[in-house]
């Protein structure tokens, strides 16, 4: 697709992208806490990936290569029309596979694969106030981050206990970074939260209509919040994908017919692929292959 | 328990004003452990504003607040850091509302409103700290059984007791109480004061009781100090006080009440 002119490099003007510069730099010094940032208005309504999308515009460069996904799919609509913006406005590479890009903008997911150290991951986050549901006022949750004061976080996990006698919180699980902040990992499943622990890859969150920055540098404890008799879990099926046969990643359960049919399915589409491509067949496949 | 002979709270020359409106004005008294003090008064005459300035949620424009703390010393409370005094706050002291729904977190269930005081200081973990919470419910005299349920299906005096219990559940030294009985049915008072003069009693509290009932506060308070527009007119103990009142308002005062 031809680059559209008329527009800066990235769409931003250099002005807006060193403003966001700045308080990504700050985000990574200061693991956890939520920079405030004077967010744009993006040719996009917010809810879409305005933060993610200001926050991938201020760090590409011509030479870098970018995937986009959104629940770990490549190919749906907020994904493939980021993936053509960038390609409109800045010219670059874009890509589907984890391993070719050094950009992965995302919405609800962490790639199964692992990342490496020359990797960026930019978040597209709704709401970045972990307390938010807890303590309605911003002063006073802003005040509750500057004194350690997280004892609330906890009253809503023993609340899911005491409802469902398991911590039922699945999403934007609280995670305490470098045993200070108490952040928001943005809605991916509590899945993927030990993908943050320790990853070689920075993590960059931008949310665009709460107008806050926050990272996670890479090599940082991320400890996802629990009580010492009902430790952190994360979801298990007892199927494995339909399609790649894999067990370990995390599935999509996708009803397929009006009479109750239904399979799961890996919801990292990449993933999937790269793995039927090496051989691999789940159930759905392997019936297939016998008829 | 520290030594009883020092007091606990040390208040000084205490005034408030709200523009040209008076608060409360020079203002000073002691506290020591295990004591209960009242304020009475008429509506209007300061008793909510002294509470406020003494218990660190108003800040006074003139004279000190001193509080012992765990480790012996007076301090001002207005001069501690707000870290020390937020968690002096959440721990040592304790402070009940008139209305429960200003004390209790109305969309988490009682056994988290109970336990939500000892997540902040630290408590991980789920059985100790549904444990304590099993033990203070029943410690007020509600039904375990209701632990699950949110404070909006409880009883006016249940969710009364509900909030006595999720403040002394850190084990506070000095609790602050606002009309704790007001807007209770007789019945429900008498039970509540029963409550609330065993648990004084069994625990050592000390305690300032602000309060415009003087039935409450001669049940449950050592010493009473009457406000009358904005200034402290008499104090002493609190027989004393009601049965041989010598400043024309406190005669006014409790001349006022019927006798039944």
Redesign the interface.
Known sequence: MAETSGYNFAYLDEQTKRMIRRALLKAIAVPGYQVPFASREMPMPYGWGTGGIQVTASIVGRDDVLKVIDQGADDTTNAVSIRKFFKRTAGIETTTQTHEANIIQTRHRIPEEDLRADQIMVFQVPIPEPLRFLEPRETETRKMHALEEYGLMHVKLYEDISQHGHIATTYAYPVAVKQRYVMDPSPIPKFDNPKINRSPALMLFGAGREKRIYAVPPFTDVHSLDFEDFPFEIQTWREACALCGATGSFLDEIVTDDAGGRMFVCSDTDFCEKRREAGHAGPALAAEGAV | MSDNHEPLLVVDGLSKRYGAQLGCRDVGFSLWPGEVVGVVGESGSGKTTLLNCISARLTPDDGVVRYRTRLGTLSDIYQMS??ER?MLMRTDWAFVHQNPRDGL?MK??A??NV???L????A????N??GAADDWLSKVEIDTGR??DLPATFSGGMQQRLQIARNLVTGPRLVFMDEPTGGLDVSVQARLLDLMRGLVGELGLAAVIVTHDLAVARLLSHRLMVMWRGEVVEQGLTDQVLDDPQHPYTQLLVSSVLQP
């Open positions: 707000e870290p937020r977190r988490v269930s056994g988290a336990g939500e005081r997540m902040a200081v630290g991980r973990h789920y059985g700290i549904r632990i699950d």
